[in-house]
């Protein structure tokens, strides 16, 4: 690389860093003000989720301490009693120090109140001398706790005071209600656990249409709603907008403030309280604003200092490039070098043909195919037979149409011997001229091993069905014995009554109609059994219900006599192409599986659930049982061959194994078992396109 380039190449790089340097710089300061403004929002949301959570949490915890206190005070003495009396006296002095108790326990407890099933105020601990007055034309949640005799909590302003109100109903000995027990909170505990806890003040409002009874004196009605709360010092020079709203910015005194509205509901569900808390925002913008200028110095500190670091670099690198340049060449030859023994000794025949299909390149191990001589610069028909000639510029062809090709194909070498070979092809882009690159692998021992394998596998499948054939037969042998009974009973018959002389024609016409009837049975045995051994060489489109029927033809009757409930779930309706005969065998195998686990595992309440529905792309076709389940440690080897869990004497291990391999390799599915609930499912699917 020439001098005059490198210090360009220098300028070049040198002006980019500086304009991505203040393109950097600008996304920063961008960026930063994101971040300012989403940390802002982000602090705003928690403290606002806080609030909402103190607030749910301190009135969940009242509701139960005190909750459990009003139940304790009514199940533990005989209040009961006292109201049924009349005994106002007896009552007083009965919770008097109870009601000073929670007094002391709880400045913000200011009510404790019994009232009697007619709305009548029976006994005001905190106004003793105040009673007899008829209330549940005046305060809704009364009269409410009167009709429905449930407990209820909630805002509600009474003759003294507007509380945070327990009302909860009184039951004598006899379940009868005879009245109503009452706690009151001053409104402001939530405000003083919100202080404690988040360290913000607030003001709570009252909808003024429900402070008919008592309202505290104060002139501030901000869209219906009356402050019923003392305004803290920090809070007094605070100018309140004409409605409550959540999320406004306010400065007071140099302090910044966001409000934080919450609403609460009385006890019909209708909001009757309004909260707003004022979250202090000023310490954190500083905090946030000298982080920003702190970060601005930074960046722009190292925006110099990269600069500077830069052009010293690269004065450096224009003494040391030649150098690098050279040795860079010289590490590009050696790999080339080595690419090209790579190439020459790799396992595999590798050509690359130009576009008139003349071999400009091949390796060693091709050229062995034609006894090591040089083809080079030679084309397939002068190298290879008519025959083999023309399925290699056939390849070339694909190849040169499509980009690319992969395929099976048998060639003879120059000894005459057969090989397979699997035949990758691409194309290889020179500028604008196109190459053809050829990877030949030679298959032959793994294809005949390949082949072999399915032969077994083939031999396995009909050998696996002829081993079914026996017990076949014990089953038409076992549907069979009953109609043959009915026939010999009916012929018994007929002879007897010839012996008597009592043989008429209308009992004739009875035991001939009988006996034909049972010959139809045996006929239809014999159609089911014979269309599971049928020889099927072609696939053809089929219901695969009307294939699950015939399975079930086969083994419905050994179910039956097993007493094993056989349930039914079809939806399908699209027919699909496949080997019907193989996927009834499937089917009996999954099916015989079934109803031997039921069987050895002595299930009284046998059952088999088969459902078949369609998919998006494919057919699925569940059968499941009530057995148990597979054991954990055999889900991954039901499949295999050879495997069972039964002796020897009762299974071979291949029937599970057969239909696995018929399903995947025969009909182009999947066949899996998966634990479900009571017992085990196996879930075969298959596609309604399987090309």
Known sequence: MKSAEIRELKKSILISVSIAMFALLSIAIISTSYVKSFLEK?????????????IEHTIRRLLNDYDYRVRRVVESTNLAEFIKNRDREGLLKLLHSKYLLMKEENQNFTIMHVHLSDGTSFLRLHKPES????LSHLRPMIKEIHKNHKLLAAYETGKHGTDYRIVSPIFDKDGVYIGAFELGFNPIFLLKAIEDINRINGLMFIKDSELKLYSKANDMLIDGYRLQSDIPPALEKVQFQKTLEDDVKLSVDGTRYLTHLISLKNYAGKESVKIIFFQKTSQDAKFIDNMNYRQFFIIFLGFIFLVWFLYRRFSKYELDVSELYLE???????????????????????????????IIFANNTAKEFFDNKEVIGLKSENILSPKQAAQANA?????????????VEEYSDFRGEKHTYRIMGFIIKNGNAKNIGTIIVDITQSYNDKKKLEEQE????????????????????????QPISVISMYANNILADIELETLDEKSLREYTEGIETQTQELSKTIDDFRNFFKPERIMEETSVEDVLHDALGVIGKSLENNDIEVALELESCKNIETYSRELMQVIINIIQNAKDALLEKEIKDKKILISLKDEETFLSLRVCDNAGGVAKEHLFSVFDAYFTTKGAKDGTGLGLYMSKTIVEKHLHGSLEVTNVGEGACFALKLPFDHL
């Open 328 to 358: 860079q060449i010289k590490k590009i030859k050696e790999s080339e070098e080595k690419f090209e023994l790579f190439m020459q000794n790799v396992p595999a025949s590798v050509f690359i043909k130009d576009e008139s299909r003349t």
């Open 458 to 481: 083939e031999l396995m499948i009909i050998q696996s069905r002829h081993a079914a054939m026996g017990e076949m037969i014990s089953m038409i042998a076992h549907q069979w014995r």
């Open 42 to 54: 982000e602090k705003e949301n928690i403290y606002a989720n806080s609030i909402d959570y103190s």
């Open 131 to 134: 009673f007899g007055d008829q």
């Open 395 to 407: 390849i070339d062809g694909v190849i040169l149409e499509h980009g690319y090709i992969d395929v």
